[in-house]
Each structure stands twice: as structure tokens, then as C-alpha cells.
């Protein structure tokens, strides 16, 4: 008796068929739901002078902060989407992580054609506007943190005690960014209910920005206040800042001012980033002027600062850089403001300089 041939064919083209279902629903939940390790490894020598004395050493995130976090986005259809971002500074120097383990970011969000809803640990729109006129990533000796000292600032030291003010990031907030389809132009909003600042992070928080970023322009403005307890004041900030890409260089102005009680603080920024195939110049100047009373009720008028630096990147390949920075940082009057890593105990009104050089890798 002879077997009729569809006998076998059948079989086999089910098999064929039940595997490129299975292929096809494979590569649709990775489509789906994926999630991202990234970081940045960053290590270079430093030394920094002062009136006090040399200091040298070698220091972890010099040109872009070092470090490891992992993100996720899931594709829930009809245009929604759930994502997390979970992200910790690394100390590539010993291996270390702060106590704080997710201490840059630690947020879960939901966004469609409405925008998107974030909470957790974030950056306030007040940081990610004046970060539009950052030109060395808020890291090394040219950061743009030596402006917002909590202990050389009299503004931030009188309103947070030495602490970590809430420029930067607030815990367990909820935030609001208008979604990608208004023509350029952006709104962010946040709010935090979290606390009296003695946690970093833990603050009564409030912070609006709005902005327009299309083509070679970038511009926003922002305002931020945050409840200070238990004295019942709040400290405020507001302030514009803008990028333009030109043919050549990119560069960036901005203006910022910080108020508690009977002090202000006014931070002047220009900056310049200038690409030339795998090598990058940078350039900034930041001008800190101080004006009004100290806790004691002396006059802080005079005491003012300016921060000049100027940066070499070269560009190994799309994710490797070697990288050298100056800074010089001159302090007036009765002002303490020091680049990172200098020899403390240098008298108010003196000055500082830098050196480093380093290498980046991100992943």
C-alpha cells in the first residue's frame, strides 16, 4: 500500500508555520517591552591650587559623571507607553555607589499623545532649564555646580542649612512634559510633597518651565519655589536660558536668580562648544553676583565670583574620549566659592585654578 504524499508535506508546512508564528511573536514582544543597561565609566587626574595649598588627585566623572542604570519602556498600544529609569553615580575611582544607591534618577512614567506623567526621584524643571546653557555636563572642574555651592552660596546656605538644595532633584514627585507635537514649543511641571530638606531630596517643591527647542534654538524660562521648614519661608529661583547651534559652534547664555529671605544671588552664564570633526572645544564663563545680607545681617554686596575654563575633547570613537580641562575661579570680596577638589580652608576672596585630564567610556 503506498502512502499518499500529502501525508508528509503537511506535517511539515504546519511545523514551518507554527515556527514563524512563533518567531514573529517573539520579535513583537521585544518590541513591545525592552529594557537598557547604560552608563559611564570616567576617570582623570586633577589638581587644583588654592590659598591653602595644592591638592592632586585622581577623581571620577571629570568630563560626564560616571555612572550604571538601567531603563525600560513597554509598548501598551493605542499609543501608550510604561517606562522606568533607575540610575545611580558611580565613583569609578574605588567602585563605589552612594547610599542613595539610584541617587540621579529612580522614576516610573506613563506617557501617550496627552504627554507624559512621571514619578519618583527627578531632575526640576528649574536644573533642566539652566542646564540648556551647560556646556561641561555639570561635571569636573568647569561644572556649572560651583554656582550652586550650599555652603559658599549665601542664598542656598542661609535657606538649606548646608544641605543639598532642591535645584537639582526632588523625591517623590510628579512631573508633567507636554508631549513632542506642539511645533517645538515644551512645558514641564512638578510638584513634591516630601518633606522639610533635612533628606536630600525631601522637599514641599513647586517648578514650571516652559520653553521652545526646533532647529538650531533652544529657549525656556523657569520658576521654582520650595517651602522652608520650619522658619515658614520659601526659597526662589527663576531665571531664562538659550542654545543656539550655529554653522560652526554651539553657544549658550543664561540668566538665573536665587532669593531667600533678605539675600539674592545672580548667576551670569556664557558659554561655547565648538566641534571640529573628532576634537571639541569648550568654553564658559560664569559670573556669580551676590547682593543683600548675611545670616548675621552683614552685607554680602561685594562678594562676588567669576569661574573662566576652557576644554579639549577628542573623540576616539562615538563612545570614547580623551579630555583635558583649565579653570581659573576668582573670588571678591568675602566670597568662598572653589572648584572641586581644592584644598580647603583657603581665606574668603582668594582665588583657585585647575588642571585635568582624563578618559571617558559610555555604554
Known amino acids: 500500500m503506498k502512502h499518499s504524499p500529502s501525508r508528509g508535506i503537511v506535517p511539515r508546512t504546519l511545523k514551518i508555520s507554527v515556527a514563524a508564528c512563533l518567531a514573529v511573536l517573539a520579535c513583537t514582544s521585544h ?17 587644583v591650587h588654592n590659598d591653602a595649598g595644592t591638592n592632586t588627585g585622581m577623581y571620577s566623572g571629570n568630563n560626564y559623571t560616571s555612572r550604571l542604570g538601567l531603563r525600560g519602556e513597554e509598548d501598551l498600544g493605542g499609543g501608550m507607553k510604561a517606562s522606568f529609569w ?9 567602585g563605589a555607589m552612594p547610599t542613595q544607591f539610584f541617587d540621579r534618577r529612580s522614576t516610573l512614567s506613563l506617557s501617550g499623545r496627552m504627554g507624559e506623567v512621571r514619578l519618583g526621584r527627578d531632575y526640576t524643571p528649574v536644573f533642566r532649564g539652566y542646564a540648556t546653557a551647560e556646556v ?9 555646580t560651583t554656582l550652586y555651592s550650599g555652603t559658599a552660596s549665601t542664598v542656598l546656605s542661609r535657606a538649606f542649612k548646608g544641605k543639598t538644595s532642591s535645584n537639582g532633584r526632588t523625591n517623590g514627585s510628579v512631573g508633567y512634559f507636554t508631549p513632542d507635537s506642539f511645533g517645538g514649543f515644551y512645558l514641564n511641571a512638578m510638584v513634591s510633597q516630601s518633606g522639610d530638606g533635612n533628606v536630600s531630596g525631601d522637599f514641599d517643591y513647586r517648578g514650571l518651565r516652559v520653553g521652545y527647542n526646533k532647529g538650531p534654538l533652544h529657549v525656556n524660562a523657569f520658576v521654582g519655589t520650595t517651602d522652608i521648614k520650619p522658619v515658614g519661608d520659601n526659597y526662589r529661583i527663576h531665571g531664562a536660558a538659550v542654545a543656539y547651534k550655529a554653522s560652526l559652534a554651539k553657544v549658550t547664555a543664561a540668566l538665573v536668580d536665587m532669593r531667600y529671605q533678605d539675600a539674592r544671588q545672580t548667576n551670569y552664564t556664557l558659554g561655547m562648544i565648538w566641534p571640529v570633526g573628532a576634537h571639541e572645544v569648550k568654553a564658559t564663563w560664569h559670573h556669580i553676583d551676590q547682593a543683600g545680607k548675611a545670616a548675621n545681617a552683614a552685607s554680602i554686596d561685594a562678594n562676588d565670583a567669576d569661574l573662566l575654563a576652557i576644554g ?3 573623540n576616539l570613537s562615538k ?19 572653589s572648584i572641586s577638589g581644592a584644598t580647603p580652608g583657603a581665606p574668603a576672596g582668594g582665588s583657585s585654578r585647575a588642571a585635568e585630564f582624563g578618559i571617558r567610556h559610555l555604554f
Open 136 to 144: 561641561f555636563d555639570f561635571a569636573g572642574a568647569a561644572s556649572m
Open 312 to 314: 579639549y575633547v577628542h
Open 31 to 47: 518590541a513591545q517591552s525592552r529594557v537598557t543597561l547604560f552608563g559611564a565609566v570616567d576617570l582623570g587626574v586633577r589638581t
Open 319 to 337: 563612545r570614547t574620549a580623551l579630555y583635558g580641562t583649565l579653570a581659573y575661579l576668582n573670588n571678591k570680596g568675602k566670597a568662598g566659592f
Open 86 to 94: 533607575l540610575e545611580g553615580t558611580l565613583n569609578a575611582d574605588t
